[in-house]
């Protein structure tokens, strides 16, 4: 393979997911010596009724052929936990095993947030180190999983005292939420094959990509670590500036609030898991809701962010970062003046948290790309409407007004658009 030449383009392909993310950057250097970096790969809900079992492998096969064809998987990207981002990595039968295919194609680096290193401790401000245990991490999973778990068990039982749409929102966001055991094992997997390598990234880290990707330099921009910035911790609820709204609305209406639920008295439960059982079998529909929307919340912020520069263009890529991710780089790191001109000029933006009103900051991000102006930006959203948020609350996903400025100001693609006829990806390239 070459290695003082540069990528004559990058083809980047948008792949069918549904409510989910999974993009395909490959590097051209020449069509016989290509390299891939697969950013995400995973569902909550298919068009059509797809089941994951199915077309997941469908989608991994389609990868590993093209990869086969012209050069290799040099790395994976895994933005953050959520099923969303990662279920495809799984290797049991919910997604017919399609991380079998992903592992086979031997990325060098597997790539994921500071939050994901194995031997972190509980209380960790930082990465611990660039190496893996797969044993301390999954005896120290979060417990964010195990209150996820619990109350997608408790939307699966459908308490007569829950509304429908209650029971819609928490089966999503608990199934969003759950550790995804298989995914996680997997990907630790990958980064300790051997001749791989795995990192676990902050603001501003290196990725090593560089010396794979010969003249493509890789930006980490988010997320910020506990050391740069405590604000990842929460997530605020409403910012009329930065939300894609028109004013605040209230996130749970009355009619959720029900009688409290005694299921689960005397189930076998970890010890660690059980401050939040006890809670949870006397919590009403709005309580429990809000709790698993913080924990949604906590996980997008822990979300990595790459800036790719490659032939003088720049493509981004923030998974599913929300607004205080994205506020260290863009206004409280030393060098965030510095951030915020090497964003003007973006090229490419993949839209982020599948267009939620709070994952595109409109004036700290939106309003400054300077293409949105002039020249069209080149924008992909992977979604799927319907799946969360309500338009009452103008929480919806995509969210109405951001899909209408992506629509008129920039050359867009959207998953919603992929006909069956028109295979299982969109693409760009540069």
Not at 75 to 95: E, L
Not at 204 to 210: A, C, I, S, V
Not at 388 to 395: F, L, Q, R, Y
């Amino acid at each position: 393979m070459a290695t003082k030449t540069k990528p004559l383009r990058v083809d980047i392909r948008s792949y069918q997911v549904g409510f989910g993310d999974c993009f395909l950057l490959s590097f051209v250097y020449a069509e016989n010596d290509q390299r891939h970096v697969l950013i995400d790969f995973g569902t909550t809900g298919l068009p059509r009724n797809g089941k994951p079992s199915q077309h997941m492998p469908s989608v991994a096969a389609a990868i590993k052929q093209l990869v086969d064809g012209t050069g290799k998987l040099v790395a994976v990207v895994a933005t953050h936990r959520h099923a969303d981002h990662i279920s495809g990595f799984g290797t049991d039968g919910r997604t017919g095993k399609s991380g079998e295919t992903i592992r086979d194609l031997k990325p060098r680096i597997v790539l994921q947030p500071w939050t994901e290193d194995p031997d972190a401790q509980k209380d960790a401000l930082k990465a611990t180190a660039a190496k893996s245990g797969a044993r301390g991490f999954l005896a120290t999973l979060s417990n964010m999983n195990d209150v996820a778990a619990k109350a997608l068990q408790l939307a699966s039982d459908e308490p007569k005292w829950m509304s429908a749409a209650a029971l819609r929102e928490l089966s999503f966001l608990g199934g969003d939420n759950i550790a995804n055991l298989s995914a996680v094992e997997n990907l630790i997997a990958m980064g300790e094959a051997k001749g791989a390598k795995a990192r676990y990234l902050r603001y501003g880290d290196k990725t090593g990509l560089e010396r794979l990707l010969p003249r493509v330099k890789v930006h980490v921009l988010g997320p910020p670590d506990l050391t740069q910035s405590d604000a990842i911790r929460s997530q605020r609820s409403t910012d009329e500036d930065e939300f894609w709204q028109l004013r605040s609305a209230t996130l749970v209406s009355a009619d959720t609030i029900g009688a409290r639920s005694a299921r689960g008295k005397g189930a076998k439960v970890p010890a660690e898991a059980r401050w939040f059982r006890d809670r949870l079998q006397n919590v009403s529909a709005t309580g429990l809701l809000e709790i698993v929307r913080q924990l949604d919340a906590q996980m997008n912020n822990t979300s990595l962010i790459l800036l790719f520069e490659v032939n003088g263009k720049k493509l981004l890529f923030p998974g599913d970062a929300q607004l205080e991710n994205w506020s260290y780089a863009l206004s409280e790191a030393k060098e965030s003046a510095r951030v915020r001109a090497l964003l003007a000029d973006v090229d490419f933006y993949k839209v982020g948290h599948h267009g939620s009103r709070n994952a595109t900051p409109r004036k700290m991000l939106w309003e400054k790309f300077r293409k949105t102006a002039n020249e069209k930006l080149e924008t992909m959203l992977s979604t799927m409407s319907g799946k969360h948020g309500k338009v009452s609350s103008k929480t919806e996903v995509p969210r109405r007004t951001l899909l209408k400025e992506l629509q008129e100001k920039s050359q867009l693609k959207n998953t919603q658009t992929l006909k069956k006829a028109d295979g299982l990806f969109h693409k760009t390239s540069l």
